[in-house]
Structures are given as structure tokens and as C-alpha cells.
């Protein structure tokens, strides 16, 4: 005998991509250049019994005193934000020692331009985007809020944006 059993998706499955590029910096007196990731968190839409759908995003900002950015040390605390129905991207930006401000600021403004010209394969939500961080990344994330439609910070990639 052929049953189906069906069993309630409690929870979304949360996909995760560590290492996408974003951009790329010049550093150390513009000698080198370095690539700038961000992690990208949402719920797997893939097989026909998950529920495709776009995300509001939101875009955390780690801190590290401004010398040290770990992207991903936040992520499995951010889990639970995917699970509520949103994307999450932690982003990396330039640090003190091999930059100047406002390399940082320009750099996550860079990355949230990324993320809007992504939307679609991304599946988010480009019109509903928040910005949060702790420590220096909480700083980071005022400033950009504070900032956001200056075109002084606008530098790199995806200015259409």
C-alpha cells in the first residue's frame, strides 16, 4: 500500500555562502590589492517543497576596534534572523591600520550597492534593507544610515545603485 506522509516544516532550512566578493581595495601605500567578502545568509529556496519567496535583508556590521574584522564570528548567532524570514549579509570592510577613514564607510556603502544589483538572484528585498552592527561596526552602521544618498562616500562598483 502507497502512503504519503506529509510532515510541517517547523522551521526555514538556512542556507549559508561564506565568501562572496564584493569588491576589491588598494592597500598598503595602493601597492596591493585585496578582495572584499561578505557572508550572505537566507532560507534555502531550492527543492519544490520550500517556499520560494524574497527577504528583507539586513546587513550586519561586525566590530573589532577598528583593527580586526572577523565577518563570520556573529553568523550562527544571526541564524536566528533567517529563521524570522530575513537575509542576513555580514559584511567585511577595510581596517584602520591598512587604510584610512572613510575607506570603511565607502566600503560597506559598496557592499549594500552589491547586494541591491544582486537582489533577484539574491532573493532579497532591495527596497527593504536595515543596517545593524556591535561595537565599531555599530558606528559603522550609524554612519551609514547617517549618510545614506551623500555621494562623497560613493566609490567602487554598482554606483547605479
Not at 549559508?16 to 537566507?42: H, N, P, T
Not at 517556499?51 to 572577523?70: A, H, M, N, Q, R
Not at 549618510?147 to 562623497?152: A, L, P
Request: hydrophobic content about 40%.
Amino acid at each position: 500500500m502507497k502512503q504519503t506522509v506529509q510532515f510541517p516544516v517547523k522551521d526555514h532550512v538556512v542556507t549559508l555562502a561564506a565568501d562572496i566578493v564584493y569588491g576589491q581595495r588598494q592597500e598598503w601605500c595602493e601597492a596591493k590589492y585585496r578582495q572584499l567578502k561578505l557572508s550572505f545568509m537566507k532560507p534555502r529556496c531550492h527543492y519544490p517543497y520550500d517556499v520560494p519567496s524574497t527577504y528583507p535583508l539586513v546587513v550586519w556590521i561586525c566590530g573589532g576596534s577598528f583593527i580586526e574584522v572577523d565577518r563570520n564570528v556573529w553568523m550562527p548567532e544571526l541564524v536566528d534572523l533567517v529563521r524570522h524570514g530575513y537575509a542576513v549579509a555580514s559584511v567585511e570592510y577595510s581596517v584602520t591600520s591598512l587604510t584610512r577613514f572613510p575607506q570603511q564607510l565607502e566600503d560597506i556603502k559598496q557592499a549594500i550597492r552589491f547586494l541591491r544589483a544582486h537582489a533577484e538572484e539574491l532573493q532579497i528585498q532591495p527596497e527593504h534593507i536595515a543596517i545593524m552592527g556591535e561595537s565599531a561596526g555599530g558606528y559603522f552602521s550609524a554612519l551609514t544610515a547617517l549618510t545614506n544618498h551623500d555621494k562623497r562616500y560613493d566609490k567602487g562598483e554598482y554606483l547605479e545603485q
